[in-house]
């Protein structure tokens, strides 16, 4: 199994609809992150989280928000779809300040119409 | 800001052929530096990694030498073969005035490489 889980893997939504990416982790990580990559731009950071009770927006959150549920869960909602957020979205984890290697889950590729 | 720029793509080469892929960042302070790859399909993955000026990072034949004077970071590999084919990232994480890294990465836009048998 994945330590790092995105779900779904693939979405199709219609402008105007709420959605949420969900993101688990088994790696026991406090630190998560959601990126969003489009071709040419790399991966931008939309939000971040050191722990359950610490929230942070990242360089792209505008339109987007986030959920700690747990330190395993860690979710991605965007309250009103735009087709300019059609983008491959990547959550992240890390193990904190002493090793800062991500560990990514697989991806899921959002499709606004 | 920060920043990391990385040459464009894609690049195209044939197995056994030498790769280069350059890679330079803007930053304050002492950033650690990092390659990540990412196979079709997958989350990128930590290819190697430099956290000092004149550090080699090295893995999987592939390796980068973090050049302060330079501001850069490039990734060669002396014999690339099919199975590398994929997108290479350039990444930076910026150490706070402590030395304690934040935790966020800055990543380039990524470079395509695909290598023909």
């Known amino acids: 199994d994945a330590d790092v889980t995105q779900t779904p893997r693939n979405r199709i939504t219609k402008t105007g609809k709420r959605i949420m990416l969900e993101c688990s982790q088994t790696?026991?990580?406090?630190?998560m992150y959601w990126y969003r990559q489009d071709p040419g731009l790399g991966l931008r950071l939309i939000y971040y989280s050191f722990d359950v009770k610490d929230i942070n927006k990242g360089e792209i959150s505008d339109g987007y928000s986030v959920s700690r549920q747990a330190q395993a869960k860690f979710s991605l909602s965007l309250e009103s779809a735009i087709p300019n957020q059609t983008a491959l979205y990547f959550c992240?984890?890390?193990?904190?300040?002493?090793?800062?290697?991500?560990?990514f889950g697989s991806g899921t590729q959002l499709s606004v119409l | 800001g920060d920043s990391v720029t990385q040459m464009e793509g894609p690049v195209t080469l044939s197995e056994e052929a030498f790769l280069t892929i350059n890679c330079t960042y803007t930053?304050?302070?002492?950033?650690?530096l990092f390659w990540y790859v990412q196979y079709p399909g997958e989350g990128l993955q930590l290819l190697l990694k430099?956290?000092?000026?004149?550090d080699k990072g090295s893995n999987k034949g592939f390796e980068a030498t973090y050049r302060k004077e330079t501001t850069s970071f490039h990734l060669e590999k002396g014999s690339v073969q099919v199975s590398d084919s994929a997108v290479y990232f350039c990444?930076?994480?910026?150490?706070?005035?402590?030395?304690?890294?934040?935790?966020?990465?800055?990543f380039g836009q990524g470079t395509i490489l695909t290598v023909h048998p």
């Open positions: 430099a956290t000092k000026a004149d």
């Open positions: 992240a984890t890390s193990p904190g300040q002493q090793n800062e290697k991500l560990f």
């Open positions: 990444a930076l994480r910026r150490a706070n005035a402590g030395g304690t890294s934040y935790g966020k990465l800055t």
């Open positions: 790696k026991g990580h406090d630190r």
């Open positions: 930053a304050t302070g002492y950033p650690s």
